[in-house]
Structure formats: C-alpha cells, structure tokens
C-alpha cells in the first residue's frame, strides 16, 4: 500500500475516534486501528499531519524582491485564510509567493493576494498619476505610503476571517518542518519610510475603503467577502 492511501485510511480511523456519532466501542476500535498502521507502516503523528496541509504558489508581481507593500499585502492574506506565507527568489525566475495551509486555504490566499495586488496596483498608479512636478523618488515614496494606507483599509476587512483551529496550525507545522527543514523565519516588517507621506496614506485609506473581494470560482471560502466604503 503506498503512503498517501496509508495516510488517508489513518486519517479516517482518527475522525471516526474523534466523532461524536461514534460509540465508545468504535471510537476506540478506530484508534487501535490507526496505532496498528502507524506501526505496521513505521508512520509517525507529524507525517499524518503534515498530509493534511498543501501548498500554493503564486507571483510576487515584480523582478527581483517585491517592495514592501506587496509583502505585507501578501502577509495580510495569509492571516486572513490561516495560511503560512514563504516568499522565495527561484534562480532565473521570478519571485513567489507560497501559502501553505489546509483544505483550499493556500489557494484561497493565493487568490485573495492576486485580486487585491492587482486593484491596489491600479489605485496606486491612478493616485501617482496626479502628482506632478516631483521627483522620481519622492513619486516611489508617495506610491508606497498611499499603497499602504490601501492595505491599511483593506486589513480591517480581510483580518476579520483571521484565526485557525489549533489542529491546523499543528497540520502547517508538520508539513513545513516535513517539506522545509531548513527553512529560517525572517520577520517581514514594514519598513518605515524615511518621510511619512500622511496625505498620500490617507489617500490610499480612502481608496481601500472600495476594494473588492468575491468568491473565487470552484472554491468555497469561510466567508463571502466584499469590503465597501
């Protein structure tokens, strides 16, 4: 029997002992039986959990590393969906973004980054199109400050489907430490820009207020989200 059948008969035998349906008799027959195949298969608890999770990629939206905005736009989505965020540079290719989680999760994020990057891309661009007779990196710097003044809008709508049951989070933990061991966590933190732009932030506050978030096809999120002024 190859592992993932092992792994999905272990699963099965753990929710039936887990089951309020379930009697006491078959709660603990289901248990027996997924012990007996741990051993019978040299399987430990961290490999079931770790079968639970998944992953799934998606672009960054820039070369080379993204700016911060994008970042924290993509760590906003991973909270949102109970997902862990890896953000990675492949040699000769473009940067990703990896959501790892459970069920439709990663994908979920995924989803969510990819509409919102797009709408905030737009809205930030629209806004610096109407600063005129300004420097190159006093423009950059205006972007970044009404980009996250966007998210800022955004974050109180999207936060608010943040928190995962604790066997999730062990799932996640299991499978990053199964698929990558050698993985370090860097905290990505906002970087503070060298000169506060309050107007060009509240700028992209108010822009944020009419940001959207539908359903994604086929998927089934915890929630229907749609964030207007």
């Not at 490999?47 to 999770?53: E, G, H, R, T, Y």
């Not at 300004?134 to 608010?160: M, N, P, Q, Y």
Request: proline share 3%; charged share 25%; aromatic share 6%.
């Amino acid at each position: 029997m190859d592992n993932n059948r092992t792994l999905e008969k272990i699963k099965k035998c753990l929710e039936m002992a887990k089951s309020k349906t379930s009697n006491p008799n078959e709660a603990e027959i289901a248990l027996r039986q997924a012990h007996k195949l741990l051993e019978l298969y040299d399987l430990e608890m961290g490999d079931v959990l770790a079968s639970m999770a998944g992953e799934s990629q998606v672009p960054a939206g820039s070369d080379g590393e993204p700016p911060a905005w994008r970042i924290r736009l993509a760590n906003v989505c991973a909270r949102a969906f109970g997902t862990h965020l890896i953000y990675s540079t492949p040699a000769w290719s473009r940067a990703v973004f990896t959501f790892i989680g459970c069920s439709a999760a990663p994908e979920l994020s995924g989803y969510a980054y990819q509409v919102l990057e797009r709408q905030c891309q737009k809205a930030r661009r629209d806004y610096l199109a109407t600063q005129k007779r300004c420097k190159r990196s006093t423009k950059i710097a205006r972007g970044d400050a009404f980009a996250h003044g966007w998210i800022d809008a955004v974050a109180l709508k999207v936060e608010e489907f943040a928190g995962v049951e604790d066997e999730i989070v062990e799932a996640i933990e299991a499978y990053m430490a199964k698929n990558y061991p050698a993985l370090k966590s860097v905290d990505l933190k906002r970087r503070k820009l060298k000169s506060r732009d309050e107007g060009s932030a509240d700028a992209g506050y108010q822009a944020g207020k009419s940001a959207q978030l539908h359903q994604a096809v086929n998927h089934q999120p915890r929630a229907h989200l749609t964030m207007g002024v």
